[in-house]
């Protein structure tokens, strides 16, 4: 779609045990919904409105 823009996040910004290295791009519903099942299978985070908002603020706007 011209003119939406992507937004991504990417894990390595954000040290863990597990040195992840993941990075999800699409849309900003599409990234936050697959940031979330992700902090919560790979990283053990507790799924929650508070867990989603935070992964919202650590979204990067992605240039096309």
Same mark, same amino acid.
């Given at each position: %779609?011209? =003119?939406?823009?992507?937004?991504?996040?990417?894990?390595?910004?954000?040290?863990?045990?597990?040195?992840?290295? $993941?990075?999800?791009? =699409?849309? #900003? #519903?599409?990234? $936050?919904? @697959? @940031? $979330? #099942?992700? @902090? !919560?299978? !790979?990283? =053990?985070?507790?799924?929650?409105?508070? $867990?989603?908002?935070?992964?919202?603020? %650590?979204?990067?706007?992605?240039?096309?």
């Amino acid at each position: %779609m011209p =003119g939406s823009s992507r937004k991504s996040i990417d894990c390595r910004n954000y040290p863990s045990e597990k040195n992840c290295s $993941l990075k999800i791009s =699409g849309t #900003e #519903e599409e990234v $936050l919904d @697959a @940031a $979330l #099942e992700h @902090a !919560a299978s !790979a990283h =053990g985070h507790k799924k929650s409105p508070e $867990l989603r908002q935070q992964i919202k603020s %650590m979204l990067k706007e992605e240039s096309d």
